[in-house]
Structures are given as C-alpha cells and as structure tokens.
C-alpha cells in the first residue's frame, strides 16, 4: 500500500502489526501507534516543535547515568509512575498504600542491626525511627526486610553529593524482631527539588510547576508469602504535601513527628530528649495464591 495521508496512515500502521509473535507485544504496540496518531493529531505539531520533542527526548536519555534516572523523573512528574503504581497494587483496604520507588534506591545499601543509627552527618536534627510489619490479620510479621532511605536535613539523597555512591548513608536494611518491630536512629530529613537541571527542569518551568517533594522517608518492605509494598511515610505538616511533584502523596501515608519529651519512648528505647520520632504501622498484604 502507498499513498498515505492523515486519514489512512493510522490503519497502515497497525496492519504492519499483525506479524507480532507475542499477543502482549500486539496488543502494546497496537496502543502505541493508537494513542501517539491521536496526539500528534490533537496537538498538530509545526515540524519544528516536533524537532523540540526530539531535542527533548535525547537530552533525557543523555542525563541518565548511574546515579541520575532523567526518564523516572520524567515518568515520576508526568503521573505516570504514580498511575502505574496504582493499577499493580489494588489490595484490600487495610494494606499500607503504596507510592513511587523514584530514582534513588539503591540495591546495595547495607545491613545494619536494630537501633543503629544510618546517618553520618554530625549536623541535622536526631530522629528516631520506629514501625511494626503485621500481615493483613494483625499477625507480626518476624524477620522481614526493610529498606529504607531518605534525604538529609539540607535535602540531598547520598548520591547526590560529590562522593557519588561510593559513600552510601541515610540508606539501610534491616530485619524486624520476632515482634514484628524495627527501630533505626538517623537525621530528620527536609523537603527537596527533586533534580531539576535538566530537561524535567526545564519542562517543569515551562509548565509554571515548582520540583519539589514534602519531607519523607522512604520504605521497601518484604518476607515471604506477603507482596512487597514499596512506600513512603511524610511528614505532617509540610507545605509540599498538597502539591508533591511526583503526585506520591496520601492521607494514610502521613504522620506526626514526635517530640520525646522523657529518656525513654514508647518501644522501649533510650535515647536524648528532644529527639523526634516517626512511628508507622505497616501492614502487608498475602501473596496471591497461585
Ligand atoms: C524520591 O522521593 O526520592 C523521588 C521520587 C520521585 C522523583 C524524585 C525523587
Ligand atoms: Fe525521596
């Protein structure tokens, strides 16, 4: 077939398709060529704004590196990160929601014991960090893992620093008690732009949007025969919680930051007066059954 024009060129498409060996790749690219037709007719691009689009795309794969995913951020604050999030994690209410991983998770953080305190910054304010890992029954969930990891109290990850990742901090794994509890000392971490010299910066700008993320620390948590919830805790009252950029935030995600007043908080640990604390009851949905 020859001649294609804005009416046919659509159809020609998708009958080159019928060649797919998988359903799923049929179906995808099927979708693809559907929506991205029904863009480009919607927008009507002059041929220099598609250049842009171009020019944009290739700047966004050439920011990425190993520490600096530009195609997450673009995900991240176009929605898309948060809808896909939501489309593969539909449980039961009364499971901890879920929210984005974002760009700085690290595989390799390392294992620490309960109560150790993860930060090595000799600034920043003392916090303490404690949760329980219960199944959907209100069962404690003994020996799970937890991944955690957060910004400091300027709003810099780790890897953002000029040390790269070859000095991981404020990132950790722990294990919980047989009680289903965990507890970690670190910093209280502040709002932060997400990374915005680059394209997504420069596309945030142009939309009149701010970068930034509420204060929050991040969590990853598994065991076996229970899905693994990858979330957030935020920090109440931070003026970033209406307006978070990657659109991660919920209600139930978000709590007080304590103030100990006493030696001694409610776990039972020692720690100075005036530390803060973030408590989170984490509950983890069965693994389906297949
Ligand atoms: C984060 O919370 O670490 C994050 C999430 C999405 C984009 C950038 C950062
Ligand atoms: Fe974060």
Redesign the pocket.
């Known amino acids: 077939m020859r001649n294609f024009d804005e009416d046919n060129i659509t159809q020609a498409v998708l009958d080159r398709l019928t060649g797919c060996a998988s359903p799923r790749t049929r179906q995808i690219s099927e979708a693809l060529v559907r929506h991205l037709h029904a863009f480009v007719k919607e927008i009507e691009p002059s041929e220099a704004e598609w250049a842009d689009a171009i020019a944009f795309l290739t700047r966004t794969g050439q920011m990425c590196s190993d520490t600096r995913q530009e195609f ?2 673009l995900s ?1 604050t176009l929605g898309v990160s948060m809808l896909v999030d939501a489309i593969n994690h539909r449980f039961d209410e009364g499971a901890t929601q879920t929210t ?1 991983l ?3 998770y690290m595989e390799e953080a390392r294992d620490f014991p309960l109560g150790a305190h993860i930060s090595r910054e000799s600034d920043g304010s003392a916090l303490i960090v404690e949760g329980t890992i219960e199944d959907a029954r209100g069962n404690p969930i003994a020996g799970a893992l937890i991944e955690t990891w957060h910004a400091d109290h300027r709003g810099f ?1 780790d890897v953002q620093r000029d040390t790269g990742k070859s000095a991981l901090d404020m990132r950790a794994r722990f294990h919980t008690d047989r009680n289903g509890r965990f507890w970690y000392r670190s910093i209280v971490p502040a709002a932060y732009p ?1 990374p915005n010299d680059g394209p997504v910066g420069r596309m945030l700008d142009a939309q009149g949007r701010h970068p930034f ?1 509420p204060a ?1 620390v ?1 969590f990853k948590l598994s065991a076996p025969g229970f899905e693994t919830i990858v979330t ?1 805790v935020f920090i109440d009252g931070d003026p970033y919680l209406e307006s978070d950029v ?1 659109f ?1 935030v919920k209600d139930a995600l978000i709590t007080k930051l304590l103030r100990i007043d006493g030696q001694v908080i409610p776990g039972g640990h020692e720690v100075a007066s005036g530390t803060s604390l973030i408590t989170y009851k984490f509950v983890l949905p069965d693994e389906p059954r297949s």
């Open positions: 997450i951020l991240d984005v974002g760009p700085f990850y997400i993320r929050h991040h957030h990657v991660g």
